[in-house]
């Protein structure tokens, strides 16, 4: 059996890759108009890295340790940018969910998810940089 304290180390590197990848197809699917599969790429990884990081957050709330000293500030905003990310990813994959359902073209939403994803993935690496810290530095597991 695993123990419950290696559930967020073992989930942490699924929203990061999924995210970024998602989001550099986005950026694709922008620059080369002609082709057809980076929306679809992009919209798939960014549901699924969703599901992915709201499962990676909820490990972290509910298996990760009490930390102190400075290990335990950087625990605070490592956890201040896992919530922010996944509200993003949440707010940009319900907004994305939309434009597809009803088929819109409307460029000032399309415009909004796509700044939206781009700070999600901004969060999501700065949420994985203070991880890293914790882990490398303070050789905390998470």
């Not at 989930?11 to 990848?21: D, M, S």
């Not at 340790?65 to 993003?88: D, N, P, Q, R, Y």
């Not at 319900?94 to 415009?111: D, M």
């Not at 890293?132 to 998470?142: E, I, R």
Request: glycine share 8%; charged share 10%.
């Amino acid at each position: 059996m695993i123990p419950t304290s290696h559930i967020h180390p073992m989930l942490v590197h699924f929203p990061i890759a999924l995210v970024t990848i998602g989001f550099l197809a986005e950026l694709a699917a922008i620059f080369i108009k002609k082709e057809v599969c980076f929306p679809k790429i992009s919209f798939y990884l960014l549901i699924v890295g969703t599901l992915a990081a709201l499962c990676t957050w909820l490990s972290g709330a509910l298996f990760t340790g009490e930390m102190s000293g400075t290990a335990g500030e950087i625990k605070e905003t490592h956890a201040l940018f896992a919530s922010v990310t996944t509200g993003l990813l949440v707010v940009t994959s319900v907004l994305q969910c939309y434009l597809q359902i009803r088929n819109s073209s409307n460029k000032k939403l399309q415009w909004l998810v796509f700044i939206l994803y781009a700070l999600a993935t901004v969060s999501v690496t700065l949420t994985g940089f203070y991880g890293g810290t914790l882990v490398y530095n303070y050789m905390m597991p998470l």
